[in-house]
């Protein structure tokens, strides 16, 4: 079982954002939130639960042009893969695109399957690179590195290996919780049954401490049933 990543169709084909939303959540590894326009897009991305791994972005849009909100996102600096979707596939509009901050770019008509492979590729890329850099309450987060840092209070927290492979995984599941044995063979590899939920609890404890202002009562690192989730707003 894994968490579903979210991501981001922006395109005003109303049948083709029905198509990809079907395809993306078939085997539960993505969900997908839709917007027809830039507005849409904006106001989804500007929401407190506004996270997502990945955005497919067409470039004709009714209210302007996805490679401007692709430069815009790049300079709020919005560092998640773009994959532009256009129906051109001319030299030029591939550059423009590229040099618009886009990780990919996809002539229309295309095959699903291969949408699908390039949007994992890009994900992979990303969740392994110095720039994955995610919001965690009052933390901003660089997995990469093993960094908690809290600007505000100059502080900078130094996590373990599996510390930051934990706040990774529930980062990915946004405000879902991610049962204790998903946790486990996630970041640890174990398959069901081989050790007990112990190592994770254990582990789970010595984040609170790093991370909660007040461990006993935690506000970012929540215990549900079954399992954990992390509450960016705490």
């Known amino acids: 079982m894994t968490t579903e990543r979210p991501i981001l169709i922006v395109d005003d084909d109303a049948d083709l954002r029905e198509t990809l939303v079907e395809q993306l959540s078939i085997n539960g590894e993505f969900s997908a939130a839709e917007a027809a326009s830039i507005a849409q897009a904006e106001t989804?991305?500007?929401?407190p639960n506004g996270r997502f791994?990945?955005?497919?972005?067409?470039i004709g849009l009714p209210d302007?042009?996805?490679?401007?909100?692709?430069?815009?996102l790049r300079r709020q600096g919005n560092k998640v893969p773009i994959l532009l979707l256009t129906?051109?596939?001319e030299e030029a509009d591939v550059v423009r695109g590229l040099d618009s901050g886009a990780n990919d770019y996809i002539a229309?008509?295309?095959?699903?399957?291969?949408?699908?492979?390039?949007?994992?590729a890009q994900i992979r890329i990303f969740e392994n690179s110095e720039d994955?850099?995610?919001?965690?309450?009052?933390?901003?987060?660089?997995?990469?590195v093993k960094l908690l840092e809290d600007v505000a209070h100059n502080r900078r927290i130094r996590l373990t290996e599996k510390e930051a492979a934990i706040l990774k995984?529930?980062?990915?599941?946004?405000?879902?919780a991610v049962a204790r044995q998903v946790l486990l063979n996630e970041v640890w590899g174990y398959n069901a049954g081989v050790i007990t939920t112990h190592t994770l609890e254990t582990h789970i404890y010595r984040l609170r401490q790093k991370i909660e202002p007040n461990p006993t009562n935690a506000k970012l690192l929540l215990?549900?049933?079954g399992g954990y989730r992390l509450d960016p707003s705490g």
């Open 44 to 47: 989804h991305l500007s929401r």
């Open 53 to 58: 791994g990945a955005i497919i972005l067409d």
């Open 64 to 72: 302007g042009d996805g490679r401007d909100l692709c430069s815009k």
């Open 87 to 89: 129906g051109s596939d």
């Open 108 to 120: 229309k008509p295309f095959r699903l399957n291969e949408l699908l492979a390039r949007l994992r």
């Open 132 to 144: 994955a850099v995610f919001t965690i309450g009052p933390y901003t987060f660089r997995p990469s």
């Open 169 to 176: 995984f529930l980062y990915r599941a946004g405000t879902k």
């Open 223 to 225: 215990t549900e049933t």
